[in-house]
């Protein structure tokens, strides 16, 4: 590519990011409006106009992913050479170098996770916390460990702070005191530590700042409102007073303060480097005018001076939904009915996320789901290769390609994962059903490598790249995740659910900058969000409770008068208190509840005839459309859906559409078909 090529296609701002190739630059860019293009088409014009070269470039981000995708995209933008790398990978990967030269003998091994220590630790001062207690006071100490706050100066630090620690703060020093000695004795770092111990090498030892400084020139940080102090100071002393530094950020999107991070290096970057270049991005690509309309309006209610107006470049699409409800379960069940509209109108299941503000949340719309039948999947903070099931699958699937059989691709990861929990149907819910998914992602990852003419090796290393890029496969359901988790992801329909005083914003959230930031989140919670976008609310816990609750203070002015119902983006709503007409077994009358017992008409004790050749061929059908549209079968039609159909054996398309799971997306897309198998089997 040539520099004019790699501007071709930029919109105006954009284009003004690429062609600032020379720093300080600054761009501030809102959510949807191409940042990572911007900045990668910036980093491949200075390489092809021979500004830098590319092995003088590191770009530098906050998450393994996000800098796979960097190098990615650099790769397709005939750049190949430049580093992008999270700030702990850069830093690791200078201080692993450097040791045996600098300190002598090996370099320190890193630790994962602070929770072994940490109980040890525990121990030494004759403390018996439990483990989740253990895994706050883990955060704690790593807020001060960021913020350059030793142990004997924590206790102050955190009064200042107005932190709400999980533990007495004197406790929780002496614990930092005991970890951090334990630590040292064993010849450990933390992720900390790294970049600590990397600016301190470089500090001491001008001959390796200046190998250093001598291989990177030209830097470029994303998510800059993110940065911590520790951060900051080993990207100071990568710059050593150099400012060839480009930073992108969105003031909007600061949600991480509780962590040690901070927005004053990005809406400070003009005073701190006055001759630097100011570039906004407001042209939203991502979300419909009236999602980017609401965020505007919550956003425009806080109190930031440095907030971006965001300008949707997309078609109009349905309004936002606001919703009430009685209680949680009723607000879950309102949840599902939606998603299941969603679904039957022909949106993916993984283009669907139900966003809440804190893990908790999550049962009530397992169970919802789990009943409407809706496959799902919950996004925690682990990452997709290191959870434990998909460890001892890619252990395997390694072995195995050692000595290939010769099987097709599928078959042969279909019998490999089958051995450790790849079953035909789901389990009902919570774990199993969680390993489950892993697994099924792996099973869909080979049926699509397998259609490309892949072999069992090349899966592993296919595999192995997407490990080290933290670049997971999709998997096929409604994902569930915190607000906070969400960040940097998008779906075409968002649930925002739970949005009470209390809970958005959480009650512990009490000092302005803490409201604040809550409100920040609701906006990242919204831009998530390109067509569909419903937001609800329940006025007690429990059914039957005092309806004490009230809306989210965030929403008061935009709802207007609240819709009664949970019903997806562009539907019809019926108010909350009307009662569904009630749905009476076939055979014997009695009133149904179950959602497949509704969906079948009888009860699951009641008798029912029905052909079995029928039901067999509607099965190889479904299997036929799922293969050819890459989807799972359940997609296409559900068991129970297909089992319905063989016991009613409709002849027409009025008395396809009487059966429950079958609306008109279905009936347009299928309804020939199935209609023609039902009358070909009498």
């Not at 400012?243 to 949600?255: E, S």
């Not at 959480?506 to 409201?515: D, V, W």
């Not at 002849?651 to 347009?668: C, Y």
């Amino acid at each position: 590519m040539t520099g004019d090529d790699v501007l071709a296609g930029l919109d105006p701002e954009q284009r003004a990011v690429a062609e600032a190739v020379r720093g300080p630059v600054c761009v501030l860019a809102g959510a949807g409006t191409g940042k990572t293009r911007a900045i990668t088409h910036r980093i491949a014009h200075a390489v092809q106009t021979g500004v830098v070269d590319a092995q003088g470039v590191l770009a530098v981000t906050f998450t393994t992913r996000a800098a796979g995708e960097l190098r990615q995209r650099l790769r397709q933008l005939g750049t190949p050479g430049v580093q992008a790398r999270t700030f702990h990978a850069a830093a690791l990967r200078q201080l692993t170098y450097f040791w045996p030269k600098v300190i002598g003998g090996s370099a320190p091994s890193v630790i994962e996770s602070k929770l072994p220590l940490l109980v040890e630790a525990s121990r030494l001062i004759r403390r018996s916390p439990d483990r989740s207690e253990l895994r706050d006071i883990a955060s704690e100490i790593e807020w001060a460990k960021v913020t350059q706050i030793g142990h004997e100066d924590y206790v102050a630090a955190a009064a200042k702070a107005h932190r709400s620690p999980p533990a007495p703060a004197e406790e929780i020093a002496r614990l930092y005191e005991a970890y951090e000695q334990l630590r040292r004795e064993r010849h450990l770092v933390d992720f900390e530590t790294i970049l600590e111990l990397t600016a301190a090498v470089m500090t001491e030892h001008p001959d390796v700042a200046n190998q250093i400084r001598q291989q990177y020139r030209y830097f470029v940080v994303d998510e800059y409102q993110d940065v911590n102090p520790l951060q900051k100071l080993l990207l100071d002393t990568w710059l050593g007073g150099r400012d060839d530094l480009c930073v992108v950020g969105d003031p909007n999107q600061t949600i991480y303060s509780f962590t040690g991070a901070t927005p004053r290096y990005l809406t400070g970057f003009s005073v701190e480097h006055p001759n630097a270049s100011l570039i906004k991005l407001v042209r939203d690509y991502r979300s419909t005018p009236e999602v980017v309309s609401l965020a505007n309006l919550v956003i425009a209610k806080g109190k930031s001076p440095h907030r971006l107006e965001l300008v949707a470049q997309r078609p109009e699409g349905p309004a936002p939904t606001f919703s009430e409800h009685d209680d949680e379960p009723a607000e879950a069940a309102g949840v599902a009915r939606a998603i299941r509209k969603l679904i039957d109108k022909g949106v993916s299941p993984r283009e669907i996320a139900v966003l809440f503000r804190v893990n908790a949340q999550s049962e009530a719309y397992e169970e919802a789901l789990a009943k409407a039948e809706i496959p799902y999947l919950v996004r925690g903070a682990d990452r997709f290769f290191e959870r434990p099931e998909v460890r001892r699958a890619v252990v395997l699937l390694r072995g195995a390609a050692r000595s290939a059989s010769g099987e097709p691709l599928a078959q042969e990861v279909h019998g490999i994962l089958g051995g450790i929990g790849l079953t035909p149907v789901p389990p009902g819910g919570g774990k199993a059903r969680e390993e489950w998914e892993s697994l099924r992602a792996l099973a869909d990852l080979a049926e699509d490598l397998a259609a490309e003419g892949a072999d069992l090796p090349a899966f592993v290393v296919e595999l192995e790249r997407r490990a080290s890029e933290q670049h997971a496969p999709p998997v096929e359901g409604v994902t569930l995740a915190s607000l906070h988790a969400a960040k940097g992801l998008e779906w075409d329909a968002v649930f925002l659910v739970g949005l009470t005083d209390g809970m958005m914003p959480i009650i512990y959230a009490e000092t302005p900058e803490q409201i604040e930031e809550e409100r920040r989140l609701l906006y990242v919670g919204i831009t998530r969000a390109r067509v569909h976008l419903g937001l609800s609310w329940a006025l007690a816990r429990a059914p039957g409770g005092r309806k004490g609750r009230r809306p989210s203070r965030f929403l008061d002015g935009l709802t207007g008068r609240p819709m009664r119902s949970s019903a997806p983006s562009g539907t019809a709503t019926a108010p909350r208190r009307a009662v569904a007409a009630p749905v009476n077994c076939r055979v014997c009358g009695k009133t149904l509840v179950a959602a497949a017992e509704q969906k079948l008409g009888r009860c699951s004790t009641c008798p029912s005839d029905y052909d079995e050749a029928l039901l067999e061929a509607l099965k190889a059908w479904r299997t036929s459309m799922a293969k050819e549209a890459k989807v799972p079968p359940y997609v296409v039609f559900t068991d129970v859906t297909l089992q319905a159909i063989a016991e009613r054996a409709p002849r027409s398309e009025q008395e396809l559409l009487s059966i429950a799971g079958i609306g008109k997306v279905k009936l347009d897309r299928y309804g020939a078909a199935v209609l023609d198998i039902c009358r070909t089997h009498p």
